[in-house]
């Protein structure tokens, strides 16, 4: 069975474009997150969608980030405009709705911004 | 504070070793609670669930201990591929938000 599925894998642009990170979840899952790790701050969720409404956006950094979630089978990250303070691998995560279900995670996106 | 605290290590274990480590949680609300692994530069993977009564997955055990908020990771007969980070997991309601905590790294050598 496919796990998540995120693109692109690696990512590297100048500060001030736009960055759009995709994400397809495990089929049936009807739970979606995303997550930006650093070394610094460790693993922070930024968003959660359930039935592909957003619940909770606290951890959005600021109105650069935007977060959709189209339809069950897509969602997408968009920073406008990127900082190099943005650098961080971008995880996509899905699990089902119903307590203790763990996540699932996807590769990452690896975000560089020079 | 921190909602998950853990001891970022490094744990460094003879191959062959036992080692275990906690992870503490701040929200007596929680009600699922998760070992991932991370390899470098890798995605993190469930390891295991931990469930109230403990629970045992080959050379691993997972043990909670609710009254004093805390769980627990312990690896027998540590292999060098047992080698990675071990985040401690913690959800709560609403929904199935998971809070991660920053990691016990373990290096397992020869």
């Known amino acids: 069975d496919a796990g998540v599925i995120q693109s692109p894998r690696h990512e590297v642009t100048e500060m001030g474009q736009e960055v759009t990170l995709r994400c397809k979840p495990i089929?049936?899952?009807?739970?979606l997150f995303w997550y930006r790790q650093t070394m610094m701050r460790g693993l922070e969720l930024l968003i959660y969608f359930n039935n592909n409404v957003p619940i909770d956006d606290s951890g959005m950094p600021e109105d650069r980030f935007s977060a959709k979630m189209p339809n069950a089978s897509f969602s997408t990250l968009k920073i406008q405009p990127s900082e190099p303070r943005d650098s961080a691998v971008y995880f996509c995560?899905?699990?089902?709705?119903?307590?203790?279900?763990?996540?699932?995670f996807g590769d990452g996106t690896r975000l560089s911004i020079l | 504070r921190k909602e998950v605290e853990q001891d970022p290590g490094p744990f460094n274990v003879p191959e062959g070793a036992t080692v275990a480590f906690n992870c503490t949680y701040s929200?007596?609300?929680?009600?699922?609670f998760f070992w991932y692994r991370q390899d470098c530069r890798k995605e993190p993977k469930l390891l295991m669930s931990v469930y109230s009564s403990g629970n045992e997955d080959g050379r691993f055990t997972a043990q909670l201990n609710r009254a004093s908020q805390y769980i627990s990771l312990l690896i027998r007969d540590s292999k060098l591929s047992d080698s990675a980070t071990y985040l401690c997991v913690v959800s709560r309601p609403p929904g199935n938000k998971l809070t991660f905590g920053g990691g016990t790294r373990v290096l397992v050598k020869p």
């Open positions: 929200n007596s609300a929680s009600q699922s």
């Open positions: 995560a899905s699990s089902l709705q119903t307590g203790n279900q763990p996540q699932h």
């Open positions: 089929s049936g899952h009807n739970s």
